[in-house]
């Protein structure tokens, strides 16, 4: 079976940081791209992050670079999202994604395998 499971979530304060983690069963990701989402309440989804498999590329959003960092760890079969500098508006279910191939996709519709999510809250 497929599977993607996200977890590193948690509250935290507005400074502080958190590192996720989307490990993979049933398949290698080796050789695809993942991305992060995430999903606020009231919010649109907003892709946060990817990183292909084929050159190592990554892509970070707007709100993301310069505090995102996006890794792979593939002995590991594992993507990391180390977010630092969190901020109350970073608050959201975040959630892994594999592409259907090596690079990173810009529709949605092309990440075939989605992980369960995992919160992050960012509060004082």
Request: hydrophobic share 30%; charged share 20%.
């Amino acid at each position: 079976q497929l599977q993607l499971v996200e977890s590193g979530g948690g509250l935290v304060q507005p400074g502080e940081s958190l590192r996720l983690s989307c490990t993979a069963s049933g398949f290698t990701l080796d050789y695809f791209a993942i991305a992060w989402f995430r999903l606020a309440p009231g919010k649109e989804g907003e892709e946060v992050s990817c990183i292909s498999s084929s050159d190592g590329s990554t892509y970070y959003a707007h709100s993301a670079k310069d505090r995102f960092t996006i890794s792979r760890n593939n002995p590991k079969n594992t993507v990391f999202l180390q977010m630092n500098s969190l901020k109350p508006e970073d608050t959201a279910v975040y959630y892994c994604a594999a592409a259907r191939d090596s690079t990173c996709p810009r529709r949605q519709s092309d990440f075939g395998s989605w992980g369960q999510g995992t919160q992050v809250t960012v509060s004082s």
